[in-house]
């Protein structure tokens, strides 16, 4: 009997434990990569308020962010779950399709990817949309679908243009289909970004911008200022092996 009144203790503490959980504290902690106590947190949440879409999803988040196989299954059962209970989020299609990449569910993580981007965004604050697109992004590339990258990457700039990476990668993502007249604005335009928005000499934008400003120009057979370029991206980070092999190959013309 005593046995039985501790389980039946420990039972009704978990039931009122998971009906106190507070949700924002939980993302507060997923943030914070306080994953084990979200995840000991809401396992019991999602049981006794099966209804509660952000429960779910916060736990699909937890479980994808704790990585293995084991985890992903459980995040992709946790996330579809959310999603039947509600008509669209964008951000739910994005956890759904970083779940499905790990998977190794490439197609259909880039469709949910696509949606959390393209799809209804009312609400959604700018620098998440861009995160979405990113990922979108880089999924598409790791992939090799280079247009749905790059389409993926002008939608990053058109929701947040003054961010330089995007335009980086489109830079990178033309030159990739042979379309180095098209490769040109994007670069031009993310320099002139660094420059007026006074990024450090030492990020590594910097020279990623001033590399590509060089393949950009070398593939339009501008070659003295594709030289000037790959110095440039070796001021500002003299270690920086492609830019000093793209030079010296150059050179040696």
């Known amino acids: ?42 396992e019991p ?3 006794l ?3 509660d879409p952000n429960g779910h999803f916060l736990l699909a988040r937890a479980y994808y962010l704790t990585g293995g196989a084991v985890n992903q299954a459980r995040a992709e059962d946790q996330i579809r ?5 509600v008509s ?12 499905l990449e790990a998977l190794g569910k490439v197609d259909q993580a880039l469709l ?32 090799g679908d280079l247009r749905q990258a790059l389409e993926a990457f002008q939608a990053a700039s058109r929701i947040d243009p003054s961010q330089p990476w995007a335009w980086v990668h489109q830079t ?11 490769a040109e604005p994007s670069i031009v335009r993310c320099i002139k970004l660094l420059e007026t928005a006074k990024y450090a000499a030492n990020h590594p934008v910097w ?26 991206a070796l001021e500002h980070d003299p270690k920086f092996g492609r830019a000093r092999e793209a030079f010296e190959n150059l050179r040696s013309k």
């Open 172 to 182: 990178a993502l033309h030159l990739a289909l042979f379309e180095a007249r098209l």
């Open 81 to 85: 779950l959310a999603i039947k209970l």
């Open 1 to 42: 009997m005593k046995l039985l009144a501790v389980f039946f203790c420990l039972w009704l503490c978990s039931n009122v434990f998971a009906q106190n959980t507070d949700l924002a504290l939980m993302r507060s902690k997923l943030e914070a990569g306080d994953l084990k106590t979200v995840i000991v947190q809401l």
């Open 112 to 143: 949910h990817l696509r949606n959390s981007v393209l799809g209804d965004s009312r609400g959604v604050p700018n620098q998440s949309l861009y995160r979405y697109a990113m990922d979108w992004g880089g999924a598409a590339w790791r992939k």
């Open 45 to 47: 949440f999602v049981k």
């Open 49 to 51: 308020k099966p209804n």
């Open 207 to 232: 020279a990623e911008a001033y590399f590509w400003y060089g393949q950009t120009l070398e593939a339009l057979s501008r070659f003295n200022e594709a030289k000037s370029a790959y110095l440039k």
């Open 88 to 99: 669209f989020r964008a951000e739910f299609e994005w956890q759904y399709g970083l779940i």
